[in-house]
């Protein structure tokens, strides 16, 4: 019987391409740089800097900008709090589709060659089994797999996109995250009527996912910007025309644009749904991989609640967590913060620390 296997994402899971947290700031100066001198000429561009500059004037006090979003909450400071979720979401779009060492495409860039994918992630998909659906003619992850992420970034998504990339033919980022690996809670932003055949979702995005967004009188309706198609076509002034559409649904107030990032502990419609199908999951999960994630304290009761379900698990059916971080000594603090060893799951949860995160690990289970 095979073994269900679960990867938990955090920042460091797309560390090549897109900062953590502590790595933001610098981020974004160089970014609103690129803004200020390069050829993006999207007409809400100014509109992208004073954002810029507004978090960062704003977070120089806290350590994180997720820190930052939880302390507009506590305050009823939601227009704030709205505004930041617009400027991260803004800051995500371009930094995953900019070249990174370059400007926004110009005539003779590359853009597409170099966009901003943790190659990771690809080389995840071309080492784990990806099956056929016969009846639909689908590549998929495999039926046994799931992937929950705190990360707001859509690496796994693109990456799958550029992996079934077909010399000459356009690849939809739509399509891919409503067929071949469902992700919430883009699946239903793409989804223009609830469709009760809708798959369930593979990806699990806890924290939302930058470029989604509700519209203020429809709030349990959502909306995926500018969604792009033919990512990978290689015409770079293709790719600055769909951020610049992007970035244009972000800003237009007839958009009405509201909740782009939906943190797990806001509690919203779209929040605590995603944290159910994360339950759903951790509860069948044999096997759990933590990749690159810090487990940070305003997320305690959301990663508390996941757990439960792993410490609760009967004897026999004890699960095994791979968790891997650079930092040998990392591991040992789940123990602390899960109980691992009190209760019932005392000495029975194994936690295999692995410290090479050149590839994202795969269990001999796969």
């Known amino acids: 019987m095979r073994k269900n296997i679960t990867y938990l ?12 947290l502590n790595q933001m700031e610098d981020s974004m100066m160089y970014l609103k740089s690129k803004l200020e001198l390069g050829d993006f000429r999207s007409e809400y561009k100014y509109n992208v800097i004073e954002d810029i500059n507004w978090i960062l004037k704003e977070s120089s006090d806290y350590f994180t900008v997720d820190t930052l979003a939880k302390t507009f909450f506590v305050q009823n400071r939601f227009s704030a709090l709205e505004r930041l979720k617009r400027g991260l979401s803004a800051f995500f779009i371009l930094e995953q589709f900019r070249n990174k060492h370059d400007d926004f495409a110009s005539k003779d860039s590359k853009i597409i060659k170099n966009t901003n994918i943790d190659l990771r992630y690809i080389n995840f998909l071309a080492s784990i089994t ?33 992996f079934l990339k077909r010399e000459n033919e356009p690849i939809s980022l739509e399509e891919i995250v409503t067929k071949n690996i469902p992700s919430h809670p883009i699946i ?71 909740q782009g990032l939906t943190y797990a502990w806001e509690k919203t419609v779209h929040a605590q749904h995603a944290v ?62 899960f109980d691992l060893r009190g209760g019932k799951s005392k000495d029975r949860i194994e936690v295999i620390p692995i410290t090479d995160v050149s590839q994202f690990h795969l269990p001999f289970e796969l």
């Open 9 to 20: 994402l955090g920042a460091g899971a797309s560390y090549n391409a897109l900062p953590v």
């Open 130 to 162: 990806l099956e056929t659906n016969r009846i639909h003619e689908l590549i998929e992850l495999p039926p046994n797999l799931n992937i929950i992420t705190w990360n707001y970034d859509i690496q796994m998504e693109l990456a799958f996109a550029r």
């Open 188 to 258: 239903y932003a793409c989804n223009d009527k609830d469709d009760e055949n809708t798959p369930s979702p593979k990806i699990i995005h806890l924290n939302g996912v930058a470029g989604v967004y509700s519209l203020k009188n429809k709030k349990n309706v959502l909306k995926f910007v500018g969604t792009l198609s033919g990512t990978d076509s290689g015409d770079p002034t293709f790719i600055t025309q769909c951020l610049e559409r992007q970035i244009s649904d972000l800003y237009d107030n007839n958009t009405s644009f509201e």
């Open 276 to 337: 159910g199908l994360a339950r759903n999951i951790m509860q069948e999960t044999d096997i759990l991989v933590v990749v690159g994630y810090s487990f940070p304290f305003f997320n305690r009761k959301v990663d508390r609640d996941l757990f439960g379900f792993l410490v609760d698990k009967p004897r026999g059916s004890e699960p095994v967590i791979y968790f891997q971080d650079p930092n040998e000594e990392a591991y040992k603090s789940l123990y602390n913060k």
